[in-house]
């Protein structure tokens, strides 16, 4: 396993989620992967091929349902591990919509 941050440095703890998302990044095609747990400072996921490399940026993109409707998502990261067929993400740019995101993301895995 390749780290840039022990997983002990966390801020905030992580709730399971079981969601589909999509890694964007500079490497090549969009990749899907599967988001496996959440917290306030990143996630993990869960992908069919190799992650992206340690300390590289990507977008995690997701879609969510409000009030009958699909709304897109999309967040800075920064990949700080990875595993043969996973990432743990760290995001690195917390805007409005972000911050209204995860607050949707953590509602869901409580309800």
């Known amino acids: 396993m ?3 941050l022990e997983s002990n440095d966390r801020s905030s703890s ?3 989620l079981d969601l589909d998302v999509t890694l ?7 990749m899907s992967a599967r988001l496996q747990d959440i917290s306030f400072g990143g996630v993990y996921v869960a ?3 190799s ?3 340690v300390d ?3 977008t995690l993109g997701l879609s969510l349902f409000e009030g009958g409707a699909e709304k897109v998502y999309s967040m800075s990261a920064v990949v700080v591990r990875t595993e043969d067929k996973g990432a743990g993400l760290m995001f690195d740019d917390y805007d409005g919509e972000t911050i ?10 409580l309800n």
Request: hydrophobic share 25%; net charge positive.
């Open 2 to 4: 390749k780290t840039l």
């Open 14 to 16: 992580r709730m399971p």
């Open 100 to 109: 209204k995101c995860l607050r949707k993301l953590y509602h869901d895995a």
């Open 56 to 58: 590289s940026t990507v």
């Open 24 to 30: 964007f990044h500079h490497q090549g095609n969009p």
């Open 47 to 49: 992908t069919n091929n």
């Open 51 to 53: 992650p992206p490399i």
